[in-house]
């Protein structure tokens, strides 16, 4: 399982707020800035050819937090519905015993014991209430 703990660490200690490109002084360069501070400079040439990237690092300031926050709440849905899950398993295995154990004391004059253990167990896992 992929570990957030340094993501978050790393998404904690960037400057805060969100980061966008501006052209700086004459417009020769262009900075990704905060309302904090100036993150990173590039010749205005370079950034033309290379502005997705560019919008893709000033975008992940913002982003990355959403993406991590997203990941923990699935991640505790999907641990909640796996100890529901588990917890629904168990309770069947449990009537499941006791109906076996129950349906040895039903005498069986015209189906068998069996016909009885067999119906009981058919409707305990055709059944939407456990």
Not at 109 to 116: M, S
Request: with cysteine.
């Amino acid at each position: 399982m992929l570990n957030l703990d340094p993501i978050k660490k790393r998404c904690a200690e960037a400057t805060p707020g969100k980061w966008e490109w501006k052209a700086i002084g004459s417009g020769e360069f262009v900075g990704m800035v905060s309302p904090q501070a100036v993150i990173l400079c590039a010749k205005a040439a370079d950034f033309h050819t290379q502005r997705k990237d560019a919008e893709y690092m000033a975008c992940s300031r913002t982003d990355l937090p959403v993406c991590i926050a997203e990941i923990e709440r699935l991640r505790a849905e999907l641990s909640d519905t796996s100890m529901r899950l588990h917890t629904t398993e168990t309770a069947a295995y449990i009537m499941r015993l006791a109906l076996k154990k129950a349906c040895k004391q039903i005498p069986g004059r015209r189906f068998g014991k069996r016909y009885f253990i067999m119906k009981a167990m058919k409707q305990v896992a055709n059944s939407n209430d456990i």
